[in-house]
């Protein structure tokens, strides 16, 4: 695992490099063979005696992340030590994920390097800032916190299926990327790092973002630790931050379990069950969320370097936008064509050009048609729940967007809804574009058996409202047909019974639609 002779590069001190050790790393020195020069010292990792640098490639004139790896040679376990995580580095180097710098080499120490060098993980650069950097000024929004670490979730999530670990437990080690993205940057697993270890990494990054405390051990200097109760126990970011919904308050705390036991407390086990909560509360944000006195959310972003890329979603919802307008403006100066010829038509008739007025009685206008049904338009959605939290107050909007491919679902509960439960109702109230007689409701889901209810919205929403119609969901579109006499403006779209996966209970709305005839 040696690294290729480079052409040397002359160190900026006169000092010869022979004679330099690992406590002399400054930026200006040049490691194996001259290759690579010290920029800045980013952060070290004291469990296993390593310092992390940003560093010049000198032959292809690009920056990289250096993980130094530093011991004495003449000890035979750290030499050990040191070997093991070189070759889980060199394992990692076929990995390619948007969550983990890419490992470009691993290399020993070189003739030149300081003699308490044991070796190099060098892995490209991410630009952005550091993670503890991220919440000098306090902890993020809970919405944000999710949002920024879905990435490195899934990596670790596919690290673990390709049978590799990632290391991703040390605050240092982690990066934000201008994106707003949280990225593995110093690859290079401990030697006796195992996939457990990825997933408490994963809660004690949560945990730090939620609260601004680290509740790993080997805590960095200045960054304070988590606290522990009376009896012991991590207190949970809700506790510490009420603003904090309890699902992801609860999965971070779970996420890092008991060091000392098999597998963990709270039985999260897999990045995978991490990402699930992390996807649902993404886009959550509570009204009136700040964070220690500062803006909310939109003030609270990492920055970006470049231009953002369109949106196709906003793109295309624009462009629905723009025809609604163009047939609304059709319409329009079809109503005012109708009203001039009207003028003229009923001057003619007061000249006595020989129209014959049917009836006696000038005031009788002739009756319209009744009124067809028509699509009613969302304007807006709120999150409903029976009791306790609301689920995916985030995605609410997706249920009137227009794609089918944006969802809204619900948490997984071990219990059935119902009297007795966690919960007896969750779903949404929407508000319409106008007052309408309401005939129908079609919901487009995959989960085949959740029962649903349709109720009026006069007041505050409760289970107590109008009830309209209900149904058993069925995969694909179910009309709802709904018996409604009086307009309406609000609809509560409640689930009553969840559909069962596994040992789980859990629903997923992709789509609502309402048609009704206008009040």
Known sequence: MTSKPTQRIAADSDEPEAEA?????TPGRVLDHGRYRLLSKVGSDERCNAELWRAKDGVLGRDVALTILIGDRADAQAATNARRTLERAMHASTFNHVGVARVLDVVTQSAGDPPGVLGLVIAEWTHGTDLLDLVAEGPLPPGTAARLMQPLAAAVE??????????????????????????MAFPGPLSHASSSDDVRGLGAALYLLLTGRWALGDTPEGLPSAPTGPDGNLVAPRTLRPTVPMELSTVAVRALGNPDST??????????????????????EPANTLTNGAPPAESNEVWRRDDPKPDQA?????????????VATILVVGWIAVGVIGIFTESNQSSGSGQVIQGNNPGTATQQPPSQAVPVRVTEGTSFTAQGEPDAPGRINNLFDGDPGTYWSTFGYFQQLGPGGINTATGAVLTLERPSVLQQVVINSP?????????????????????????????????IK??????????????????????????????????????
């Open 314 to 326: 906003k793109r295309r919802k624009l462009a629905i936008s723009v025809g609604v307008l163009a």
């Open 158 to 183: 596919s690290a673990h299926h390709a049978g590799l670990v990632l290391g991703a437990d040390h605050p240092q080690r982690i990066r934000v990327t201008p994106e707003g993205e949280v990225r």
């Open 263 to 284: 597998g963990t407390t709270g039985g999260v086990r897999t990045g995978a069950a991490v990402l699930r909560v992390l996807e649902q509360y993404a886009t959550y």
């Open 447 to 479: 989960s085949a058996g959740s029962k649903v209810e349709i109720r009026q919205v006069d007041g505050s929403p409760s289970m107590n409202s109008k009830l309209l119609g209900s149904g058993v969901l069925a995969a694909g579109d179910t009309p």
């Open 21 to 25: 050790s690992a406590e002399q790393l």
């Open 482 to 519: 709904l018996e409604a006499v009086a307009p309406s403006s609000k609809i509560m779209v409640v689930l009553t019974q969840l559909s069962q996966k596994g040992g789980e209970f859990s629903s997923q709305i992709n789509e609502v639609t309402v048609t009704g005839s206008v009040a």
